[in-house]
C-alpha cells in the first residue's frame, strides 16, 4: 500500500515528543520537589547537619568539594527549592575564593541543562516560528537578536528577573548555546560573590543562632551596583537604538 502523509508524520511528530521529555521532567521534578524538598534543603538542615558537613570537608576535601558540584547542578538543572541555601553552603565549607567559582560553574551547568532541554522541546520550533513571521513578532525577534549579548547580562544582573525564567527565554528566541553559556557565567559573578561572601560568614551566624538575610541582595548598598552593571551592560544597546533613529 502506499505510504499516506499520516503515516510519513508519525516519526516526526514522535521525534518531536522524545525531545520534549527532557524539559517535561524538568517541570516534574521542580513541582515535586516544591512539594516534599522544602525541609530538606532549607537553611535549618544546613544548620543542623554542619559539624558533619564540616567533618567531611576536612577528611575529603576534593571529593567533597566534587559531591558538592554535583548535587548544586541537579538542584538548579532540576529547579528544586534551595538553591540559595546551597550558594550558602558553598561559601560555609569552602570559603568565598574557591566557594564563589564552585557556586558559579555548578550554577552554570545547571542553567545550560534547563536551557538545552527548553530548546529541544520547544525553543527551536519557536525561534524558527519567530523568524518565519511577519509585522510585530519577527520585528521583536529581530531587535532581540541584535541585543543579545546586552539583552542577556542584563538578565542575568538584575535581581528581578527569576533565574528559571532567565534561562527559558534565551531557548524561546534562538540564543547560540556559546552566548547562553558566556553570559550566565560572567552575569551570575556578582551575585554568587554577595551569597557566597554570606555563607563564608555563617559560622558566627550558627554560634549566635540567628538566620542570614537572604533578601541581603535587595539591600540598597548592593542592589544599586548591579543595577549599575545592567545599564553598563544595555548602553551598547541604547547607544545603537539612538544612532538608528538618527540615521
Known amino acids: 500500500m502506499p505510504e499516506t502523509s499520516t503515516d510519513t508524520n508519525r ?57 558538592f558540584l554535583l548535587a548544586y547542578t541537579v538542584i538548579v538543572a532540576l529547579s528544586l527549592p534551595g538553591a540559595a541555601i546551597a550558594s550558602l553552603a558553598g561559601g560555609f565549607l569552602f570559603g568565598t575564593a574557591l566557594g564563589t567559582p564552585l557556586n558559579v560553574l555548578a550554577a552554570t551547568l545547571g542553567a545550560v541543562a534547563i536551557f538545552l532541554a527548553a530548546r529541544a522541546g520547544f525553543g527551536d520550533r519557536l525561534a524558527a516560528r519567530m523568524d518565519a513571521s511577519e509585522g510585530r513578532v519577527r520585528r521583536l525577534k529581530a531587535a532581540i537578536d541584535a541585543n543579545q549579548w546586552e539583552a542577556l547580562f542584563v538578565m542575568r544582573l538584575v535581581p528581578a ?87
Open 11 to 67: 516519526p516526526a511528530a514522535a521525534r518531536r515528543r522524545a525531545r520534549a521529555i527532557p524539559i517535561l521532567v524538568i517541570g516534574a521534578a521542580a513541582v515535586i520537589g516544591a512539594l516534599t524538598l522544602g525541609d530538606a534543603l532549607s537553611f535549618d538542615t544546613l544548620a543542623a547537619r554542619r559539624e558533619e558537613l564540616l567533618a567531611l570537608r576536612a577528611a575529603h576535601p576534593w571529593a567533597t568539594a566534587a559531591a
Open 161 to 247: 528577573v527569576p533565574f528559571f525564567l532567565a534561562n527559558l527565554l534565551p531557548a524561546m528566541f534562538g540564543v547560540p548555546l556559546h552566548r547562553f553559556v558566556v553570559t550566565t557565567a560572567l552575569g551570575i559573578v556578582p551575585g554568587a560573590l554577595v551569597y557566597t561572601s554570606l555563607g563564608a560568614g555563617l559560622g558566627a551566624v550558627f554560634e549566635a543562632g540567628a538566620v542570614p538575610d537572604l533578601g541581603i541582595i535587595f539591600a540598597p548598598h548592593i542592589l544599586l551596583p548591579l543595577l549599575g552593571l545592567a545599564a553598563l551592560a544595555a548602553l551598547p544597546a541604547v547607544v545603537r537604538a539612538l544612532r538608528g533613529r538618527a540615521a
